[in-house]
């Protein structure tokens, strides 16, 4: 679309008849350098843009941002003495900083959504306003003490700060009234929706607390999150979908189906997993290990700790030391005297496998002809996670990793890396998961170690084989470890959320710091190339999405007890355990409740503790050698024979079928 010189865009946009309500409302416009622009906008020269709609991302960004605004209108409003930080949009919503008196209460943010509401009604115009020097802004803010630090770091680069102070220039929005009264105004670069009757569905959702510009030395202030929407019928299904997450929350489902727990005498991040859980996690590294057999891999294993000479080798001390456990001092000798006889040696939990793998294809000289050596390790490692990032399952400071490295020539490569992510892709579907794209993360300028073309090399190959997968391929800038470029796998559960899974990494410099060699088909030494590649990520995160994911309703595989029988009365016990015992003997998991609980309790409880095969069996069904079959999801199938029964099970575990079975899709199994 083009904007005349002379012109504001909004006007164009309504010359173009383009829809100024809905959620499809042309918010803002994009210029032919990228910039969002206000509708208020208007160019020197006849300029072509591009229109952004409510119901985009951009146009999303900008109505929560002009939201937050509206937050911080409301809360100055209703507590004069506040003083602001900043308030930018972030996923799904926005959130904005204050400095006041007493913490934010439930009621306090009832009563600032009321106020937002009504200034949202009342249609403010979002009006913009260059500053015309620091000086003029610093007289103007003299209030706001936090603004004022925001223009003296003008050239600040966090996002955040950048959006308050606009870079280059200081400019403010003013919201003005119906009567063209300035009622409030904030520090910003902008843009904004046109006026606050384009914010059409606004919830608070929670107080946090955040110390000012994310340093603890500095004030602790109050943060309110909200969340705002294009329409209120997206603004409630986001609600709805929050509230699925809530439900599927790994760490309440752990608790409520007994499978793990992080015991406070133990520490922060650090899990034990219960019985139930240790079957889940049992078949998950079982299954694993029967893929990367069959697959070629090799299995080693290395010891927890080592001295700090290793990470020294490998880098790791100059790059993550602040993300390791602190050392150990050990080994220290002294004579009778107190007199030092023998210095100790600083010890390390180790953070990560990678070092030791190097270790042992050091061990002995190496022929081209044992290319590619592929180790795996399930390799337990410890990371000094902060107290605040510390999360259930998915943050942890424990943690085993599904580590491989292999080493290979420079002419295995491409195949290498091909082959690699097909094995990650297919595993990853075995368990359920199948909607991914992929990230490819190249180099951090200012953290790697290495040469330029060693670089170019590793990063292309991985594209290459990125590309060939068929799959998206998102950039990542700079995301890079500081020994190589790596492809992530991204996977979306159930409710559409986005999770990291897998990486590989391309890496010429581990091979060159441990002087690792193998001998050519010339007779020549030569250099390996190392992938570095963790299918899971962690069993431990892995565990926590697979739980959310599934909603606790693990796969039969995968599930503690597969089949529990439930007797209508004692006397058809006997009957059951004859049923579950050919269950066993087939390698099923199954149990018989012999609690004196009544029947619809038994089934009830084990509906909710999410047993995939419930049997149950009453007077007809031991006359005629069946059981009936009750789901999880209340579906029943009747008068089953035994032989017919027992055989469907085991055929559906032994598949590994990830659907939950019902009475519609288990029929088939008993045709």
């Known amino acids: 679309m083009k904007v005349p010189a002379g012109t504001t865009a909004g006007e164009a946009v309504a010359e173009a008849g383009l829809p100024s309500k809905g959620p499809q409302a042309i918010v803002v416009v994009r210029d032919a350098d990228g910039n969002l622009r206000d509708l208020a906008w208007a160019p020197e020269t006849d300029t072509e843009v591009e229109p952004v709609a409510a119901d985009t991302e951009d146009g999303r960004s900008v109505i929560r941002h002009s939201a937050a605004h509206v937050l911080a209108q409301a809360v100055q409003d209703l507590f004069p003495e506040a003083k602001l930080g900043i308030g930018p949009p972030v996923k799904d919503g926005f959130y904005y900083d204050f400095d006041v008196e007493r913490p934010f209460t439930p009621e306090d943010l009832q009563a600032l959504e009321k106020r937002m509401k009504q200034i949202i009604k009342s249609g403010q115009k979002f009006s913009r306003r ?14 706001e003490p936090y603004k004022l630090e925001l223009v003296d770091l003008k050239s600040e680069v966090d996002t955040s700060e950048v959006m308050e102070v606009g870079g280059g220039e200081l400019t403010v929005y003013d919201n003005i009234d119906r009567h063209g009264n300035v009622v409030w105004g904030d520090l910003c670069r902008g843009p904004h929706v046109p006026h606050t009757r384009f914010i059409p569905a606004v919830k608070l959702m929670r107080v946090a607390a955040a110390y000012w510009r994310g340093d603890q030395r500095n004030q602790q202030l109050q943060r309110i999150y909200g969340t705002a929407w294009e329409s209120k019928e997206k603004l409630n299904e986001h609600l709805e979908l929050l509230a699925e997450a809530e439900r599927r929350d790994h760490r309440r489902l752990g608790s409520e189906l007994d499978l793990f727990s992080f015991p406070e005498e133990i520490g922060s991040g650090l899990a034990v997993f219960h019985p139930k859980g240790g079957i889940i996690r049992r078949e998950m590294e079982d299954y694993s290990r029967k893929r990367h057999a069959e697959a070629g891999y090799e299995f080693v294993y290395t010891p927890h700790i080592t001295k700090d000479a290793l990470f020294k080798t490998s880098g790791h001390l100059d790059w993550y030391q602040d993300g390791m456990f602190p050392a150990m001092h050990l080994d220290e000798e002294r004579d009778a005297n107190g007199e030092l006889r023998k210095p100790g ?58 580590d491989a490295h292999i080493y290979c020539t420079p002419d295995q490569l491409q195949d290498e890396l091909k082959s690699l992510l097909g094995f990650v892709l297919d595993l990853l579907r075995d368990f359920g998961l199948d909607d991914f794209y992929l990230e490819l993360s190249t180099r951090n300028e ?88 963790a299918l899971f990520g962690s069993i431990e995160r892995f565990f926590g999405v697979l739980t959310e994911h599934y909603a606790g309703a693990f796969p039969a595989w995968l599930s503690p007890v597969q089949v529990m029988g439930i007797p209508i009365a004692d006397e058809h ?55 009936s079959f009750r789901f999880r999801d209340g579906t029943q199938i009747n008068g089953v024979a035994v032989d017919d029964a027992v055989a469907a099970i085991t055929k559906w575990v032994q598949r590994r079928e990830n659907a939950s079975p019902t009475a519609e899709n288990f029929q088939a199994e008993l045709a």
């Open 130 to 143: 260059k500053l015309e020097s620091v000086e003029a802004a610093k007289e103007e803010l003299a209030s």
């Open 345 to 402: 040696q600083d010890y390390y939990l180790k953070p990560m496998n990678c070092p030791f793998h190097n270790l042992i294809f050091r061990s002995r000289g190496r022929s081209y002809r044992e290319l590619p050596l592929r180790l795996f390790e399930f390799g337990s490692v410890y990371r000094y996670e902060k107290s605040g990032v510390v999360h259930g399952l998915t943050r942890v400071r424990g943690m085993t990793q599904d």
């Open 573 to 627: 016990v006997e009957h059951l355990q004859k049923v579950t015992n050919a269950l066993r003997v087939a390698g099923l998991r199954a149990e018989v409740d012999t609690s004196d609980d009544r029947m619809q309790k038994k089934i009830r409880t084990h509906t909710t503790q999410k047993v995939p095969f419930m049997l149950l069996a009453g007077n007809r069904d031991v006359e005629n050698n069946a059981v």
């Open 446 to 533: 200012e953290k790697y170690v290495g040469d330029d073309a060693s670089w170019e090399m590793a990063t292309e190959a991985l594209r290459e084989a990125a590309e060939a997968s068929g799959l998206e391929l998102v950039p990542d800038p700079g995301g890079a470890a500081f020994y190589g470029p790596k492809i992530s796998v991204q996977a979306k559960d159930a409710l559409g959320r986005t999770w990291q899974m897998s990486t590989i990494q391309v890496d010429y410099h581990l091979p060159e710091r441990f002087n690792l060699e193998y001998t050519a088909p010339d007779g020549s030494k030569q250099r390996p190339i190392k992938i570095h590649r």
